[in-house]
């Protein structure tokens, strides 16, 4: 059964840290596109990072350019999205999201992909 399970989630300062986690089960994770989305209460998902199946191929909204990286590590069948100088409006559900194609511009479309975790919560807050 697929499933990946995202976690690091918290609550954290303005300015502050978080690394988000995505780990793969049921399924080689280096097939795949992984993009991460933020969700919050009365908007649509929206497309934050994207990372290629063979990582050659970036892309980030341009709100969190500079400040978050996205990476992989196919051993460990996990993506990761590092998230430095946190804003408020950072805040939301964070979702990784695979699919077995390479999006090019349609990357940061939800509909794009195939298989979704759980979600991870991220406050930013003083």
């Known amino acids: 059964q697929r499933r990946l399970v995202e976690s690091g989630g918290g609550t954290v300062q303005p300015g502050g840290s978080l690394r988000l986690s995505c780990v793969a089960s049921?399924?080689?994770?280096?097939?795949?596109?992984v993009g991460w989305f933020r969700q919050v209460p009365g908007k649509d998902r929206e497309g934050i990072a994207y990372?290629?199946?063979?990582?050659?191929?970036?892309n980030y909204e341009d709100s969190v350019k500079g400040r978050f990286t996205i990476s992989r590590d196919n051993a460990k069948n996990s993506a990761y999205l590092q998230m430095n100088s946190l804003k408020p409006e950072d805040a939301g559900v964070y979702y990784c999201?695979?699919?077995?194609?390479?999006?090019?511009?349609?990357?940061?479309?939800?509909?794009?992909?195939?298989?979704w975790g759980q979600g991870a919560q991220v406050t930013v807050s003083a």
């Open positions: 990372i290629s199946s063979t990582s050659d191929e970036l």
């Open positions: 999201a695979t699919v077995t194609q390479s999006l090019l511009a349609l990357w940061s479309s939800k509909w794009s992909y195939d298989y």
């Open positions: 049921g399924f080689t994770l280096e097939d795949s596109a």
